[in-house]
């Protein structure tokens, strides 16, 4: 009945994806000098759920014909990390998302080919051994640098073998707000990729994560004093307008009877992101008068299951997080604001204020502390509201 996607599925089809023309045209204009033999680098921002995966995803299945195009989700990084991420972590996804890329694309074959690049970097190898395709690398300690220097010059080998094939190499780099957990210092990893990006041609990067403009990272990476100031395109994706979500549920879900009331509600209460507008859409009954008193009840109903992504990192937390979040319900605060209220010192909340921003659950504007998604915030009120308590 419905043809609205799930709200945590990002890889659509031609019926599920919509809007976002003038950004494809944009970005893909962009990535295309790529073919010309330039280096395009761009920062793809937004909000959680804004569909800036989806949107990337769409592009790779555009340009895939033309390019060899390499997605890789930093968010996959665990299957390598034991106890803190490294670089040598982040580049072992590299590494696979390379050559799975390449496999798909039929561009080169796992066998010899790569055995001879390794060889040739003096790796102390005597076979490569494969699982799904992917082969593994009985790496030794003095490896490591060598792995490194391998896997980011790699693109730029590739094209050099098969550029009468390709017109390119692609990067996508998605969920990067992730290496905010690197163990390292992340500036100067980042000026790191930017020493290796400078010296290529003929690849094209994309950096996406759910990171909003007041981001530490994005100082980082684009900042005037960043890795990459004034040599990447930083790139908003913005939530779904008023009308672009009424003309879009018109579309995919018009067996929803909304009144004009109940359309600005189901508006305001999605915020106009695309994860929300899907997920709340398809939890609502259809055929049945939805104004604006039935949308507020069933989106109070709904919101264990519009927020089950973010009440899951909810749990994990422990009882500091916690209290830190619930202390910013009310309104934003400052750091010895949030300690007073904790009755603790500053400095014993650092470490917990660090891990919430990176876990995008808190983020830092003015000097102040907010909560990130303010859906979450509603959630929490209701708990309660309902309960006497916040779900500690």
């Not at 074959?109 to 690049?117: E, P, V």
């Not at 300690?339 to 909340?349: F, M, P």
């Amino acid at each position: 009945m419905t043809s609205l996607p799930l709200g945590n599925d990002n890889d659509l089809d031609d019926t599920q994806f919509y809007n976002r023309v003038d950004e494809i045209s944009f970005l893909s204009d962009n990535l295309e000098l790529t073919k010309k033999g330039s280096t395009p680098t761009i920062l793809l921002t937004g909000i959680r759920g804004v569909g800036k995966s989806a949107l990337m995803k769409k592009l790779k299945k555009n340009l895939q014909n033309e390019y060899l195009v390499v997605y890789m989700d930093l968010s996959a990084i665990d299957k390598y990390k034991k106890n803190s991420l490294t670089r040598f972590d982040f580049m072992k996804l590299f590494y696979e998302s390379i050559i799975k890329s390449c496999s798909e694309s039929n561009i080169i074959t796992i066998d010899t080919k790569i055995l001879k690049y390794f060889k040739n970097r003096n790796f102390k190898l005597d076979k490569i051994e494969t699982i799904n395709k992917i082969p593994l690398l009985p790496l030794t300690e003095e490896d490591y640098t060598k792995f490194t220097t391998f896997v980011m010059d790699l693109p730029q080998q590739i094209y050099g073998n098969y550029k009468k094939q390709i017109n390119g190499v692609l990067i996508f780099m998605d969920e990067f707000q992730i290496l905010k957990q690197l163990d390292e210092d992340v500036n100067g990893f980042l000026w790191y990729i930017r020493s290796v990006i400078q010296s290529q041609n003929h690849i094209g990067y994309i950096f996406s994560g759910s990171m909003s403009v007041k981001d530490e990272l994005i100082a980082d990476i684009a900042g005037q004093k960043g890795a990459f100031g004034g040599r990447i395109l930083n790139f908003e994706i913005t939530t779904f307008s008023f009308d672009t979500t009424k003309n879009y549920l018109k579309e995919k879900a018009d067996y929803l009877k909304f009144t004009d009331d109940g359309l600005k509600r189901f508006y305001k209460c999605t915020k106009g992101i695309p994860y929300y507008i899907n997920s709340f859409a398809r939890l609502l009954p259809p055929n049945e008068k939805l104004n604006e008193d039935k949308i507020i009840s069933e989106f109070r109903k709904s919101l264990p299951y519009l927020l089950l992504h973010l009440t899951n990192e909810w749990y994990k937390l422990n009882n500091q997080e916690k209290r830190i979040i619930t202390s910013l319900i009310e309104k934003p605060l400052k750091r010895i604001e949030i300690a007073n209220k904790l009755e603790v010192t500053s400095g014993a909340i650092g470490a917990s204020l660090k891990t919430l921003q990176n876990k995008s659950l808190i983020e830092l504007d003015n000097k102040k502390y907010e909560i990130y998604d303010s859906i979450f915030k509603e959630w929490l009120k209701k708990e309660y509201e309902e309960k006497g308590d916040y779900p500690y």
